[in-house]
């Protein structure tokens, strides 16, 4: 009887203990089902985004979300046994992938992901770039035209969206069609070898870009020829020697941009360098060199420095032989030279140098300079600094030396 009777207590614990897992094992499995009413793998930018979910939950659940504009976690509206999650504007007008997180309890209960991608109902725009805005002439010179198209939103078209891109000069126009590839269309416009202003332009849709204008500049120079030009010949230290390239162009034919800098290298009897500089107004370079005061041959060559070369020259200068009169004063403390003559005969203009060499008995002194003027040069020779009782004296002037015999002078 008592074995009958504990059999059966053990049977009924059995049952009772199958009976709780059962029901723990229902409320468990409710609390975890959770089935996304959302299959939609794709939304078009901008347009309202919601996911929804159906199933049993005991506190209400978030939805987080990974969007290239951040993370965030949203909360749910209910609707009977469904819950919804909006994505906020500014993240369903950002195209990319986002993923999904459904939250409850801190404990992970289901997943996902889906694409915004641009949205094609919304009008193009087209953000265009060119660089550099210039280049030289021919010899695989180019500039690179950039253009992103995008959609309303600023979001960038598809992989192999066709792009129209344009480019004029003078009676040519191309047009080349791109598609775009990591969301930019491009093309290299390569220079022709005629220099002038290249126009680009592209289209996509019906959205037009602005003109835009590569400008071709000629490209360097080649050797050219220098010439000169003088009113004579004579080295007065007075007139102007004009010397002056042929037209400076690139081997293109192209006359090179104004403002080229060209060097004229002068070398002198003594093969001392003198330089003057010119610069090109349409493609011409002038530059001016003064006569010397004496007998002088120069030789002249110009260059466009790294770049290219002209011939060499030779300009002779001849001695005007000048008339040199000069005289004493009383004391002869002061030398009058002058008046000069020129080779006419003429005075000589104003600020021709005149050297006095002073010699105390052969032995120079000093070398006093002064300019003339009205054709002639005054020179004093003060007692605190010329103390000697005789000097003699070399005039120097357009090349000619006179001296004179040994002078005496008055001391106070």
């Not at 080229?260 to 060199?289: D, P, R, S």
């Amino acid at each position: 009887m008592i074995k009958r009777k504990l059999y059966i207590i053990i049977l009924v614990s059995i049952a009772l203990v199958l009976l709780s897992v059962t029901l723990l094992d229902e409320k468990s499995t409710s609390k975890n089902t959770f089935s996304c009413l959302t299959n939609q793998e794709s939304f078009a930018a901008g347009k309202p985004i919601t996911i929804e979910f159906k199933g049993n939950y005991e506190n209400k659940p978030q939805l987080f979300i990974i969007h290239s504009l951040g993370r965030t976690l949203l909360d749910g509206v209910l609707k009977n046994d469904t819950i919804q999650f909006n994505l906020p504007k500014n993240y369903t007008n950002k195209t990319g992938l986002v993923s999904w997180f459904l939250i409850e309890n801190n404990e992970e209960k289901a997943k996902g992901n889906f694409q915004i991608v641009p949205n094609d109902k919304t009008k193009t725009n087209l953000e265009s770039y060119l660089g550099p805005p210039s280049t030289l002439a021919g010899d695989n010179h180019f500039v690179m035209f950039v253009t992103i198209p995008t959609d309303d939103f600023d979001n960038p078209k598809l992989e192999n969206t066709n792009v129209a891109i344009k480019h004029q000069f003078l009676n040519a126009i191309a047009t080349d069609n791109k598609k775009t590839k990591d969301f930019i269309a491009w093309k290299n416009i390569y220079a022709p070898t005629k220099s002038g202003i290249v126009l680009i332009s592209a289209s996509c849709n019906e959205a037009l870009t602005k003109e835009f204008d590569a400008v071709i500049y000629p490209s360097i120079a080649t050797d050219f020829t220098i010439s000169y030009k003088r009113n004579h010949e004579f080295a007065d230290g007075n007139q102007i020697t004009k010397l002056t390239t042929s037209t400076l162009k690139d081997k293109f034919g192209n006359t090179v941009s104004d403002g080229t800098m060209v060097t004229f290298i002068i070398k002198n009897k003594e093969n001392a360098i003198l330089k003057t500089f010119g610069t090109t107004i349409e493609g011409i370079a002038t530059g001016q060199i003064l006569h010397p005061e004496k007998e002088e041959n120069y030789t002249i060559k110009a260059f466009v420095n790294g770049i290219s070369k002209s011939n060499s020259i030779e300009i002779a200068y001849k001695s005007i032989n000048p008339t040199v009169e000069f005289s004493f004063s009383k004391d002869n403390r002061t030398i009058i030279v002058g008046p000069i003559k020129s080779f006419m005969n003429q005075i000589v203009p104003d600020g021709i140098k005149v050297n006095l060499n002073i010699y105390h008995k052969d032995k120079l002194v000093e070398t006093i300079t002064e300019n003339s003027n009205k054709g002639k040069a005054e020179f004093y020779l003060s007692p605190e600094f010329y103390k000697e009782k005789s000097y003699r004296f070399e005039i120097e002037t357009l090349g000619k030396t006179i001296k004179t015999k040994e002078i005496n002078v008055v001391n106070q």
